[in-house]
């Protein structure tokens, strides 16, 4: 059975850090690429950072110099550090697993970051 499962959320001051987890199950994970995005209630859900099965990555604009996206195989867990933190970054973070041009793709349930003093 695929699972992802995130972990790490939570309430943070503008300014401060959080790290999220996404750990996996039920596929062959080193094969996905693994992609973290977030959404605000009422709004589309975004493509927050990406690392591809290769190891190489991409940021949103917004979050560039401030989040850091890493995998560990051999844990099966995908993170997102996020650093400086703004109260715009405030959104449900959810883990996505996918092989491109394919069906195979995988959502994590959410979780809640909320930047706010």
């Known amino acids: 059975q695929v699972q992802l499962v995130e972990s790490g959320g939570g309430l943070v001051q503008p300014g401060g850090s959080l790290r999220l987890s996404c750990a996996a199950s039920?596929?062959?994970?080193?094969?996905?690429?693994l992609g973290w995005y977030r959404q605000v209630l009422g709004k589309q859900r975004e493509l927050v950072a990406v690392?591809?099965?290769?190891?190489?990555?991409s940021y949103a604009d917004s979050v560039k110099g401030r989040f850091t996206i890493s995998r560990d195989n051999a844990k099966k867990t995908a993170y997102l550090q996020m650093n400086s933190l703004k109260p715009e970054d405030t959104a449900v973070y959810y883990c996505?697993?996918?092989?491109?041009?394919?069906?195979?793709?995988?959502w994590g349930q959410g979780t809640q970051v909320t930047v706010s003093s």
């Open positions: 996505n697993a996918r092989i491109p041009t394919t069906p195979n793709n995988y």
């Open positions: 039920g596929f062959t994970f080193s094969m996905y690429a």
């Open positions: 690392i591809a099965s290769s190891g190489s990555t």
